[in-house]
């Protein structure tokens, strides 16, 4: 799992970019899954979300289902902002083309949420500090992916290679969150990844 080379942002942005025109076509989406996702993340009506690394804005439709409150969707990649942007059009979601760990933002959130992208921050320890110094205290985290660890570390292992730091273990991702979050979800299935909690 661990890389001798460290992963650049710029290859990530480059990687992205490319993928981007053709990356909702291959989407495979299983909605069961992600409503148990977000459920356990507490996305809900009412709620403000941050979507970090939103990609296409795959989770758009489902927030607007819940009828969250509002949705700040943050991505490095511009071609992904750019066709998450097109998919905005009841007024609830702002996209950002931005780095994460890098933007000013002017809130907190109920629900931070982090789908189908951890394994490409190269730094797991900074990101679940930084994002956990935007949850609103009682409000909740997730890190969650809608297939299996191995699923994810097979679909990694070709062209994604070199943009992706691997999977960790479950078990060492709910370590990860202790310090900020009272961890109540960890799953690890042939079906999905998630570990989530509530922040301290």
């Not at 109920?110 to 730094?123: G, L, R, T």
């Not at 900074?126 to 992916?145: F, Q, S």
Request: charged residues 30%; glycine residues 8%; proline residues 4%.
């Amino acid at each position: 799992m661990e890389r001798e080379e460290k992963i650049t942002k710029e290859d990530i942005i480059d990687f992205f970019d490319k993928w981007a025109p053709g990356w909702d076509a291959g989407m495979k989406k299983n909605d069961e899954i992600i409503g148990k996702i977000l459920d356990n993340a507490g996305v809900s009506e009412g709620t403000s979300v941050l979507d970090v690394a939103c990609g296409t804005g795959v989770l758009f439709p489902y927030y607007l289902d819940r009828n969250v409150q509002s949705v700040v969707a943050i991505d490095i990649s511009p071609e992904m902002a750019k066709i998450a942007q097109k998919k905005e059009t009841q007024g609830k979601i702002q996209v950002i083309c931005d780095d994460v760990e890098e933007h000013e933002f002017k809130q907190k959130f109920d629900s931070v949420v982090v789908y189908n992208a951890f394994p490409h921050f190269p730094d797991p320890q900074r990101l679940i500090g930084i994002l956990a110094g935007l949850t609103k205290t009682g409000g909740r985290m997730t890190i969650a992916h809608g297939m299996s660890r191995a699923a994810i570390e097979r679909h990694h292992s070709g062209v994604a290679s070199k943009v992706s730091v691997g999977l960790m273990h479950e078990e060492e991702l709910k370590k990860l969150f202790e310090p900020f979050f009272e961890v109540d979800t960890v799953i690890s299935t042939d079906a999905m990844y998630q570990v989530a909690g509530i922040r301290k």
